[in-house]
Structure formats: C-alpha cells, structure tokens
C-alpha cells in the first residue's frame, strides 16, 4: 500500500499475478475436491484456502482473490463452462437481443460467495499483507463474450467494435457498471485494493484503445471512488506500449502493470514519474529458471528501483513452473 502510494520503498513490494494456481501441490488438491473451475470459485472456505495458500508458502506481500474474470458475464447471465484443457466456453453473444438478455440487478447477489471468500482472507491474512481484489476490464470481457471462447486476435470482438459501435458500446456500458459495483462490494469486503486487467488491450488500434480501454476503465474507477473515495487501483493494459502514458493520465489508475514487452527505460522515464509502476518478468523466464531469473531480476530492479515499484510478472505465472524457481526470484528481488 505504500507503493501503491507513491513511495519509494529499499526492497519493493512482491506479488505474481495468478499466485494462486496449477503450479502449487496444495492448490491442485484443493481443486480436485471440485467438479469444475467456477465451482471452486463460488466456494468461500475453499477460494480463501487457494488465495492464502501462496502467501503461507512464499510470504508474499500482496495475496490477490482467487476467482476470475468471467465470474461477471456469468452473473450478468451468460451461459460460462470451463471444459478441462480447452479453456473458457461461453454462449457467445452476437446481436442486440443476446444484449437484451444480460441482467444486471442480480450480479452482486450472484457474486455474494466471492465477497464472502474476501471476507475470509482478510480475516486469516496477515494485518501487514495487502488484499486485492480484482475484475476484468470491459474490452477484455467483451472479447471472451463475444467470442465464446479464447482467439489468438479477438477477431470476433473487433469486428463487432468497427461494424456496429454503438451495439458494441452497449455491452461495454452493461460491463462497467457491474464490474464497478463488483470492484465497490469487494472493498467494502474487505480488499484494500483493486486490479483492473485488460489482457487484450494490446491488440486495439489507437481510437480503439482510447474508447475501449481507456473510458471505461476511467468510469469504473470513478464510480468505485464516488462509492469509496481514495480507492487504489492497478491497471494492467497488457500491450499498451508507448499508450501507457496515455492510460495513466486518462483513467486515474494509481498504478500500472506492465508486460515484458515494455522497455525498462521507457518504464523508468515516462511512467514512474506518474504512477507506480508494476512487472515485469517474462513468466517463460521463471519458468526457465537459473540465470533467466538471476538476469531478468537484476536488469528491472536495475532500471525501477529508484522510483514506486512493485516487482511482479509480466503476465499470470505459468503453471509448469517448480517452485523452487518462484523462490530463487523471490530471494533475489528481496536480497535475501
């Protein structure tokens, strides 16, 4: 929480984005306990047991809720299966009357188990560990519901965006307000910051990312601190690139993400002086282990230390990775 509120700490702060996963034994046992992913995460003693498991194990600084993104399309009422090994399965929505049919008035009742599972990790947290709480950005959604399923190029949602905006747009309205009401109940559950992730926001064009990614990101922030004022909030526009300073300014984010595709120095020089900045490791260079983890610790320590920094990956952990390659990263962030 310092970092996130523009100090410069001597050993930053540490998370890894889907710190929760396949690659801990003690997550696959609780996870073979139940029948499907959504399952797992509409059950609050288990969903708090998964989220606090990597935090026993590692001391993170920051344990992030275990759930998903596609927890709100299926509270809006959009048919969500996660079939082993595939991926997400969505009824894909493709016109105005499959529009028509997302409700809003019962997400936050749907989603009442995920606010209990905050409740939960807060109470066996420890008092010096950050909660975070956490939605899908609206473009990322939309792109998993208009398609049904994970595209390499969001092919489907692009094509909706260009060919008919203003129907695009009224999804993208249905989605800010039930993630801000979703990121608002989750604070006042107990998370003392949120995270925003736009994992597609790379492959929009300029006006796209400014109207897609960036607007709606700035109105769930505004309403989820009209709702509880000084909210923080991470934004992760994963491939933004030379946009970051942009979506910094624009959406009132007190942090950015970013991916290992961003350029240290660009890091360091145009966005660290607005916003605390979070990454950046390749997740495929945790998993290589030795010295990938050894070089790629030094060069972003290196280039970031010297402002608000909160070493993390640069995208969610890969779940073939050994855990003795979390713990080398962690010793040498941490100098330890």
């Known amino acids: 929480m310092r970092a996130l509120s523009g100090e410069t700490l001597p050993v930053p702060p540490v998370w890894m984005m889907r710190q929760a996963g396949r690659y801990l034994a003690e997550y696959r046992e609780v996870r073979s306990r139940y029948p499907s992913f959504l399952d797992l995460c509409y059950a609050p003693e288990a969903a708090a047991e998964v989220t606090l498991q990597p935090i026993r194990r590692f001391g993170f600084d920051a344990a992030i809720l275990f759930s998903d993104i596609l927890v709100i399309p299926d509270a809006l009422g959009q ?14 929505v493709t016109g105005a009357s499959d529009i028509a049919a997302l409700k809003l008035d019962g997400v936050c009742n749907h989603l009442e188990p995920v606010f209990e599972t905050v409740e939960r990790v807060r109470t066996g947290l420890p008092a010096e560990v950050t909660l975070l709480g956490f939605c899908g950005a609206p473009w990322t959604v939309a792109t998993y519901m208009i398609a049904g399923q994970t595209t390499s190029d969001q092919r489907p949602a692009r094509l909706m965006a260009y060919s008919d905006p203003e129907l695009f747009q009224k999804l993208i309205d249905i989605l800010v307000e039930a993630s801000a009401a979703y990121l608002i109940r989750q604070v006042k559950a107990g998370a003392d910051a949120v995270q925003i992730f736009d994992t597609w926001a ?94 790629g610790v030094e060069r972003i320590a290196g280039a970031l230390t010297g402002g608000p920094f909160i070493f993390n990956l640069g995208h969610g952990i890969v779940p073939e990775t050994p855990v003795a390659h979390v713990e080398q990263m962690l010793k040498r962030v941490r100098g330890s």
Not at 79 to 92: M, N, Q, W
Not at 240 to 265: F, H, K, Q
């Open 79 to 92: 048919h969500v299966a996660f079939e082993k090994g595939e991926g997400p399965r969505l009824d894909p």
């Open 202 to 295: 790379g492959v929009l064009d300029d006006a796209g990312f400014e109207r897609w990614c960036i607007e709606p990101t700035r109105r769930i922030i505004e309403t989820v601190r009209a709702a509880v004022p000084a909210t923080r909030v991470i934004g992760f526009p994963r491939g933004a690139g030379t946009r970051a300073p942009a979506y910094v300014e624009n959406t009132g984010v007190d942090a950015i993400g970013i991916d290992w595709s961003m350029p240290l120095a660009f890091a360091r020089d145009e966005l660290q002086s607005r916003a605390t900045v979070q990454g950046n490791l390749d997740p495929f260079a945790l998993l290589a282990g030795g010295r990938a983890i050894d070089e």
